[in-house]
RNA sequence: GGGCGCGUAGCUCAGCGGGAGAGCACUGCCUUCACACGGCAGGGGUCGCUGGUUCAAUCCCAGCCGCGCCCA
């Protein structure tokens, strides 16, 4: 036991407890008999650094983990890092550049070399501040999803998957990252509506041939004029008979003078623009399907650009001179191949203006419409991304989202909040192909060979795949890397061991909870429950928790770019990672995302300060450690009501953490130990201390302080360990103490008659506030009306009366000629004569305001009751409350009422 | 265009069929021997709007207005 100090000081004692669980293992307590429970930690990016959404997402896990840990179970919580390919690759390539180096200076080998060099230098700061966060995460297991074992499991995943047929290479229109040089997936293309222009051109009809209206050229409308360079067709409605008669004739492009086809096909609108519209299946998706419903194989749709989509010469001739080598539209203050082509166009008389009037009525022309235009750009490169023809290996999701679907329809997977099961089924009802290649060198490099003709093996090792090929033939290695979320969706089995049949995988998979915010559902949460459910045939978790985001104050989205965001370290510093943590806990409500408020985080601060104080006023009374597990023995009803609140508020907050409602959780605890424990029990128990109740007094406080470090260690791991010691002596440490087990029931008799103390002490400390009586005054009460159970209570209670509630005497006399303040408790009044202290019309006003409103419950309970429907059609409990609460209501009225009378 | 969610006290949020709650902020009193990062008391809301269902609606349903996010 050692003397707790009089500030509490949040940072003097978590560097030392974290070090001490960490030390000795707590985190893992070795339990091979107890019951598994598992959870898994979204692998943060080894190129991460803690931000207050990790602080959300982790302080929800830890909540858990320790709950069951302190209940017993074998509880796991799987830790590492991500080798996150493009941000890793990017973080080591801006640190070239800065050295006037480049990726390609280096073999790959050396560049990989490099980045694990600044992988082990720099990589995983993040797992540190997730220590300082209080995290108890199993670090003498952390992984890392490019250390051996993984690139094992990753290898063996894609040589099952294609074996199976779930991955196959295509060449189809890939979202291509041109800054990046890389195919990224859908998911990693954000779509923003930016300023543009829609230009109309004519296309001229070949061979003489005009439209029924005489028309010698065709209209089209384009955001993209320079891929006008790689039109394939021009495509009508086919019931569209503007167009009906030209369909299967031809158009001359203008600038190349190729030829294209006319073609029906329904993605044109005839609604938008003129209804004709330009096809480029090499550059645009939509046009991609026309193209193939027109007859064009892939490989012979035209390409124009280059990797950084910049104009180049794929096919002889195809594209005129000047071309070759601009951008695809205007950057860095140059035009380019956009801006020519309607130069040209121009030149050409193909441009068509258009026409505007301005406020004065005058006709204006412009080169372009000005449009709105929803553009895709990379998620990490923000570079306008390019459909692009090209050669990449595909998974296909939609045989393996089958699986999901029904677990989740099931209810095996269960997600919370409900609301994202609609969400979830969209897409994957919807879901495309995923593109898993990527350009890149960091990452897990593709498992397939070539040989000289193009013809791949997949395998395990280039000795498989020699033996595949057959001997002497030349292989080389795809140079590709895989999608990181290829690997992060093996998250929950691969870090057990898979594919090794390990102990730890037999016990902890599936995991039980996960929890990530809902921003990776489909990133990640998907991708686990596709590749969990396919590799090894169950669910990688039963329960799915998504949160939202933590905001800035103002509502906006933190990120770097803006300023605004919050550094979670920075909140540490300031109030300790206790309060940052229950802040998080109280305003994680499901469903909704989180304001960051930094008041409230001062509020639980200031919280922990007050238990930290309660603590110091236990251990100056000789209060510590209870001896006990259970409930000690009680017979005042102070006792017997705080140990029946205790059990309340257990029960509350075992409900609430398993409905994974942490908002209501925290709310419990926090008013438990505020309200009840500190402002009535402490207060309650002082006159004890020196009577023959103290030992009583003594063993239950200790008992309930106990109970209430316990329970809130999971929120509050730090100051919780440290007073759990600083109480007394102890035989092991509060993180892998017993969760509460009270064996005591609810005493309905020691709660009324608390609660009735309690209701007396604040109807009596109101009258003092509202008539201006000094609140140190002692006072002399005489009590009228009072039942025989009343008057032992008041006995009973009176040095409670007396300290708490500044009562000094209780009389059943008269009380004495003058005025008085008049105080309705239950069935009793409570005189207090205040002769000459006193204004007797201010009483008069307190006592008419009370009965006014005593009056208008009570005659809105008695309309109610006084209609037949209601008392016909309503719940019976509901309509003996009604009576009970009028009853009580018209009697107060009534007693206040005599009050008034008798003041004259 | 489709989907999801939100609009409750000045602010941040709970509640979601029986008449409204918390924290912060605000007002008054209190240096009471755990705590001024505190104690005691108090003020403040036609629960976005309009209809409907119901004995009863902040809560359920429909429509509208405003705000946000996701997918096309």
């Known amino acids: 036991m050692t003397e707790l100090s009089k500030h509490f000081d949040p940072a003097a004692i978590e560097a030392r407890w974290y070090a001490h669980w960490e030390e000795e293992g707590l985190f893992r307590p070795d339990r091979p008999e107890a019951d598994p429970w598992t959870i898994v930690n979204p692998p943060p990016n080894v190129t991460g650094s803690l931000h207050i959404g990790h602080a959300l997402d982790n302080t929800l896990q830890d909540i858990l983990v320790r709950h069951q840990r302190m209940l017993g179970k074998d509880a796991l919580w799987v830790v590492g890092t991500d080798h996150a390919g493009i941000a890793t690759q990017m973080v080591v390539e801006r640190q070239l550049n800065e050295k006037q180096q480049k990726r390609t200076d280096f073999s790959r080998e050396e560049f990989i070399a490099k980045v694990w060099e600044w992988k082990e230098e720099s990589g995983g700061e993040i797992t540190g501040q997730l220590r300082r966060l209080g995290c108890s995460m199993d670090w003498s297991n952390e992984r890392f999803t490019m250390d051996e074992g993984f690139t094992k499991a990753v290898t063996k995943v894609f040589v099952d998957l294609y074996n199976d047929g779930l991955i196959y290479r295509d060449k189809r229109l890939v979202n291509w990252d041109p800054g990046l040089k890389t195919a990224i997936s859908d998911l990693e293309v954000e779509t923003h509506d930016i300023p543009g222009k829609f230009w109309h051109f004519k296309y001229p009809l070949a061979d003489g041939v005009t439209l029924d209206n005489g028309q010698d050229y065709i209209e089209v409308a384009t955001t993209r004029p320079e891929t006008m360079l790689a039109d394939m067709a021009v495509a009508v409605h086919p019931s569209d008979e503007r167009y009906a008669s030209v369909v299967g004739k031809q158009v001359v492009l203008p600038i190349t003078g190729r030829r294209v086809d006319i073609v029906a096909d329904e993605h044109a609108d005839p609604e938008l623009g003129s209804g004709a519209v330009k096809i480029t299946p090499g550059h645009d998706f939509n046009d991609f399907e026309v193209g193939k419903r027109a007859g064009f194989a892939a490989s012979g749709m035209l390409n124009m650009l280059d990797a950084e989509a910049n104009v180049c010469q794929t096919a002889d001739g195809l594209v005129p001179e000047e071309f070759i080598g601009l951008h695809r539209f205007r950057r860095d203050e140059v035009d380019g191949a956009r801006e020519l082509v309607v130069v040209r166009m121009k030149?050409?008389?193909?441009?068509?203006?258009?026409?505007?009037?301005?406020?004065?009525?005058?006709?204006?022309?412009?080169?372009?419409?000005?449009?709105?235009?929803?553009?895709?750009?990379?998620?990490?490169?923000?570079?306008?991304?390019?459909?692009?023809?090209?050669?990449?290996?595909?998974?296909?999701?939609?045989?393996?989202?089958?699986?999901?679907?029904?677990?989740?329809?099931?209810?095996?997977?269960?997600?919370?909040?409900?609301?994202?099961?609609?969400?979830?089924?969209?897409?994957?009802?919807?879901?495309?192909?995923?593109?898993?290649?990527?350009?890149?060198?960091?990452?897990?490099?593709?498992?397939?060979?070539?040989?000289?003709?193009?013809?791949?093996?997949?395998?395990?090792?280039?000795?498989?795949?020699?033996?595949?090929?057959?001997?002497?033939?030349?292989?080389?290695?795809?140079?590709?890397?895989?999608?990181?979320?290829?690997?992060?969706?093996?998250?929950?089995?691969?870090?057990?061991?898979?594919?090794?049949?390990?102990?730890?995988?037999?016990?902890?998979?599936?995991?039980?909870?996960?929890i990530s915010g809902f921003d990776i559902l489909f990133f990640w949460d998907a991708r686990m429950m596709m590749q969990g459910l396919h590799l090894m045939g169950e669910v990688p978790f039963h329960t799915l928790y998504l949160h939202g985001l933590v905001r800035a104050a103002d509502g906006q989205k933190m990120s770097k770019s803006k300023g605004n965001t919050v550094d979670p370290l920075g909140l540490i510093d300031q109030y300790g990672a206790d309060a940052l943590r229950f802040f998080m806990a109280a305003m994680e409500s499901q469903g909704r995302d989180i304001k960051m408020d930094e008041k409230r985080v001062e509020g639980y601060r200031n919280f922990a300060t007050k238990l930290w104080n309660a603590s110091r006023f236990c251990q100056c009374n000789g209060i510590g450690a209870s001896k006990t597990l259970a409930a000690p023995k009680a017979d005042l009803p102070v006792n017997r009501w705080i140990i029946s609140e205790t059990v309340t508020t257990l029960n509350a907050l075992n409900k609430a953490l398993d409905d994974l409602r942490f908002d209501g959780a925290a709310d419990t605890i926090y008013h438990f130990v505020w309200d009840k424990f500190c402002d009535w029990y402490l207060e309650l128990i002082k006159p004890e201390m020196d009577g023959a109740g103290a030992g009583e007094c003594r063993d239950v406080a200790g008992w309930v302080l106990d109970q209430i470090l316990v329970m809130l260690h999971p929120f509050m791991p730090f100051i919780t360990e440290e007073l759990w010691h600083a109480m007394g002596e102890r035989n092991y440490d509060i993180i892998v103490a017993k969760w509460p087990d009270p064996r005591a029931d609810i005493d309905a008799e020691a709660a009324s008659e608390i609660g009735w103390l309690i209701k007396l002490i604040s109807e009596t400390r109101t009258a003092r506030a509202e008539l201006n009586i000094p609140p140190g005054a002692k006072l002399t009460v005489h009590v009228r009306d009072a039942s025989a159970a009343t008057l032992e209570r008041l006995e009973r209670q009176s040095a409670a009366l007396a300290r708490v509630g500044r009562i000094e005497k209780v009389s059943s006399d008269a009380p004495p000629e003058g005025s008085a303040a008049q105080i309705p408790v239950d069935e009793a009044t409570y005189i207090l004569p205040l002769e000459g202290v006193i204004d007797l019309d201010a009483e008069k006003a307190r006592l008419a305001k009370a009965l006014e409103a005593a009056e208008k419950e009570a005659s809105s309970l008695d309309k109610r009751l006084s209609n037949p429907q209601f008392v016909e059609k309503a719940k019976p409990e509901a309509v003996e409350k009604a009576r009970a609460d009028h009853a009580e209501k018209a009697a107060e009225a009534d007693r206040l009422k005599a009050a008034i009378e008798r003041l004259g």
Request: include cysteine; proline fraction near 7%.
């Open 347 to 514: 030149e050409l008389g193909c441009l068509i203006p258009h026409v505007t009037k301005d406020k004065d009525g005058e006709t204006q022309e412009q080169d372009a419409e000005p449009r709105t235009i929803a553009t895709p750009f990379g998620d990490r490169s923000n570079d306008v991304i390019e459909p692009w023809l090209t050669d990449q290996w595909y998974v296909d999701a939609e045989k393996l989202a089958v699986e999901p679907m029904a677990k989740v329809r099931s209810g095996e997977i269960d997600i919370v909040p409900k609301s994202w099961e609609k969400t979830f089924f969209n897409w994957m009802e919807n879901i495309q192909p995923w593109c898993v290649s990527r350009q890149l060198w960091w990452g897990h490099r593709i498992p397939a060979w070539y040989d000289a003709e193009g013809n791949f093996y997949v395998a395990t090792d280039e000795s498989e795949a020699q033996a595949q090929a057959g001997e002497g033939v030349a292989l080389t290695q795809d140079n590709d890397v895989l999608d990181t979320w290829f690997s992060s969706g093996l998250w929950p089995f691969a870090t057990l061991g898979w594919p090794e049949e390990t102990h730890d995988l037999k016990r902890h998979y599936p995991n039980n909870v996960l």
